[in-house]
Structures are given as structure tokens and as C-alpha cells.
């Protein structure tokens, strides 16, 4: 086990014991670039964090479009796969930043980066899912 430690990345330092999950400049430990608390993580924790949560966004979003007689749920959910892609880049630049900086931020890399795979693989391959199941049902029918 890596010890879990929380990061500001405003002030690039180790922050051993948060008050209110904020460093004792008080910045809040949370990155909205990695959609994530300044907590260092494993990347493999980071990812299938992220695809979870990306799965339950996904089928938030989808249930949502069935609801709305008006908007057509394919285009509602290509919307959130190419967000999901978007995000992964953004989690993954940062990623190479942190990394270019140096420092303890350089501990928030393997979380950006797990988080940016996440967000990328849940958006290129749900559409593939999709249309095997897709497939499935026409092979059904
Ligand atoms: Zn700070």
C-alpha cells in the first residue's frame, strides 16, 4: 500500500493533515481538471474509479433521454461519451504538467493519468458495447 497522502497543487507541498480539506493556505484540495480530491492514488484505483463512475453517469444520462420525448437519446449520448473523452484529455494534461513541475505534485500523476484512461476508454468503448448489443437484439428479433 502506497500511504495515501493529500497534495495542494497550489502550493505544490505535501499536506500531511487537511483542516476541512483545504492546505494551511487554504486552497481546496480538490482539481476540477481530474474531477478529483488532491489525494494521491494508484492509477489502477483512479481508473476503475473513474470507469464507474463514467458508467453511472452514462446510464444516468441514458435513462434521463428516454424521458424526453423530444431530444433523440443517441445524440444525448454520443453528448456524454465525446464529454467523457474531453475530460480524459483534460485529466491527462494536467497529468503532464504536474509531471513537468516536479515536486510532491508529481504524486497526483498516476491519479490524473488513471483518470484520464478511465474517461477516454468509457467514451470510445461504450459506443462499441452499444452497438454490439445493438447487433445482439436485431440478431433476436
Ligand atoms: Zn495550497
Redesign the pocket.
Known amino acids: 500500500m502506497i500511504p495515501r497522502m493529500w497534495i ?4 505544490n ?1 505535501l ?1 500531511p493533515n487537511p483542516v476541512k480539506r ?6 481546496g ?1 480538490f482539481d476540477g481538471r481530474i474531477f478529483g480530491s488532491c489525494k494521491q492514488q494508484s492509477f489502477a484505483a483512479s481508473f476503475f474509479n473513474t470507469l464507474f463512475a463514467c458508467v453511472l453517469i452514462f446510464a444516468a444520462v441514458a435513462a434521463f433521454a428516454t424521458l424526453l420525448p423530444k431530444t433523440s437519446p443517441t445524440s444525448l449520448n454520443g453528448a456524454t461519451l465525446a464529454a467523457f473523452i474531453v475530460v480524459g484529455i483534460g485529466g491527462f494534461l494536467r497529468g503532464r504538467k504536474w509531471a513537468r513541475q516536479g515536486g510532491p505534485v508529481v504524486r497526483l500523476v498516476p491519479r490524473a493519468n488513471g483518470m484520464a484512461a478511465g474517461c477516454i476508454l468509457a467514451g470510445a468503448v461504450f459506443p462499441l458495447a452499444a452497438g454490439i448489443a445493438g447487433i445482439a437484439r436485431g440478431l433476436i428479433r
Not at 495542494?8 to 502550493?11: A, D, F, G, R, T
Open positions: 495542494c497543487p497550489i502550493c507541498q499536506v483545504k492546505c494551511p493556505n487554504g486552497h484540495l
